[in-house]
């Protein structure tokens, strides 16, 4: 590259291409390419055979382009010319001392079978191939984006070793076989055995991740293991979310697996033993892991469907009747529950330290921080956890007055919401009225001004409290814009 990082390259070709060379040059120098050639930069009284070898030789020429015609492979071929000088000097530098990936073939002539006419020196060589007048601009680009190192389909950056291959770690290979299936099959029965079969297996797999530690014996050491096996469970709840991903993308019933799948997942990893009265004090640890783990699952999976706009699943979900089981009692029924029991109740785990460390709740400061971009950022799961709370008042969810999903991780959103301040459109409010299950944008309006967010609804020590949905946005009122 050039000292300002604009690549440069020198064109090699023959006379009988001429014209075209000069179009090709002149629009290499318009895309920002320092171009060489012999009619801009060979002046009378210069001698050629230097000009060419300098050329060749510079190591401040990034490439250089031989356009391949049946003249230039002939006088190549031949050793006659202008051209037979170049190749002797072309063919010396890269097979000496040059990188073999400065020297670019630009094939412009195919003999009667449809071979490129190239010098037998770079016959072996890929090249661009400008033979076929409608294919140009593809190839042109093909040969910007080679000079400028921009390819079409970018390498991505090299990660690091997944976490479920390191000693001890659990391996989650079976659940991302399942995205596998949905990701790259075209039978819609395997697919459909891949949905059915994916619950069951995945909860398998979250119980085979273990707080060993009763926090009645040990809480310090218990809250280090339940922090660990948060951590360690990222990765799982990863290539669920990929899983849910596809499924959305698939356009299947989104609502006929997620919702028997939350119920699933809360009614098997809930489900404590019982002795006589009371339940085993060894399942409490895990309690708490697998409330905050299914509380993550929740989030995660709405804030998809918000990334999708699936307003009208979201709604659904959130007045959805689940029958959840209630795990502390003896008589083990399910209970007609709204989604408000997804919520986490890490009271162990949160208040230790909430007295240790002073932060207002180490579950949401973990669980946020898990991000998967570009959809799963910190910011983006915080707004929401809010939207849930927010929602939750909304939509009249819960039967107890002024009690709501609280959304923990509220303290981590720095940002407004970008989905309230578009409120202002009249055509995204009528784009997100099914969110609400309103047909209008007046009940709209009515409904979140009758059903706002509580008052101070926060933590107690905190300056802020969980936003209310804007009734107006600085000097606009909602729908006043198109």
Not at 138 to 167: T, V
Request: glycine share 2%; aromatic share 14%.
């Amino acid at each position: 590259m050039t000292p300002d990082n604009r690549p440069k390259v020198f064109i090699s070709y023959s006379w009988a291409v001429q014209d075209w060379t000069v179009k090709l040059a002149t629009r290499l120098i318009n895309d920002g390419i320092e171009t060489k050639v012999d009619f801009w930069d060979l002046k009378e009284g210069h001698d050629k055979y230097k000009f060419m070898e300098s050329m060749v030789a510079d190591k401040s020429i990034d490439y250089v382009l031989i356009l391949c015609d049946e003249t230039y492979a002939k006088k190549a071929n031949d050793r006659t010319g202008g051209v037979g000088d170049e190749t002797v000097i072309i063919s010396s530098e890269l097979y000496g001392k040059s990188s073999q990936t400065r020297f670019l073939p630009l094939v412009l002539d195919k003999d009667e079978n449809g071979d490129a006419t190239v010098p037998i020196y770079i016959k072996s060589r890929i090249y661009f191939d400008f033979s076929d007048e409608e294919k140009y601009e593809d190839e042109y680009e093909k040969l910007l984006r080679h000079i400028y190192n921009e390819p079409l389909i970018p390498k991505p950056a090299l990660g690091n070793k997944p976490e479920w291959l390191k000693k001890n770690a659990i391996n989650i290979s079976e659940i991302k076989r399942f995205v596998d299936v949905l990701h790259s099959s075209s039978n819609d029965t395997r697919k459909n055995i891949a949905v059915s079969e994916f619950t069951q297996s995945f909860i398998s797999k979250v119980k085979e991740f273990r707080v060993n530690t009763n926090p009645g014996i040990d809480i310090e050491k218990f809250c280090c293991e339940t922090e660990t096996a948060i951590n360690e469970m990222k990765p799982l709840r990863d290539t669920y979310l990929d899983f849910f991903k596809e499924l959305i993308l698939s356009e299947k019933n989104i609502i006929d697996f997620f919702c028997p799948f939350m119920e699933n997942l809360y009614n098997k990893l809930l489900l404590l033993k019982i002795n006589g009265n009371s339940y085993d004090s060894n399942d409490e640890a895990m309690l708490e892991l697998y409330q905050i783990f299914i509380w993550n699952i929740f989030i995660s999976s709405i804030a998809y469907l918000f990334h999708y706009e699936k307003f009208n699943e979201i709604h659904e979900i959130l007045t959805t009747t689940y029958f959840l089981i209630d795990g502390v009692t003896t008589l083990r029924y399910q209970k007609p529950e709204t989604f408000l029991r997804f919520r986490s109740h890490s009271s162990i785990f949160d208040s230790y330290y909430e007295r240790k460390d002073r932060v207002f709740s180490k579950t949401a400061d973990i669980v946020s921080h898990q991000i998967k971009e570009p959809i799963l950022i910190t910011e983006r799961f915080a707004q929401t956890d809010i939207r849930l709370s927010q929602l939750s008042f909304a939509l009249k969810i819960s039967k107890i007055e002024d009690w709501g999903w609280f959304a923990l991780s509220y303290v981590y959103s720095k940002e407004l919401d970008d989905m309230w301040i578009k409120l202002a459109s009249k055509k995204y409010c009528q784009k997100i009225l099914p969110l609400f299950g309103v047909k209008t944008i007046d009940e709209f309006k009515q409904l979140i001004k009758d059903n706002p967010v509580k008052e101070r609804y926060g933590y107690p020590n905190s300056w802020h409290s969980i936003p209310r949905i804007p009734l107006r946005l600085r000097d606009y009122e909602i729908a006043s814009l198109n």
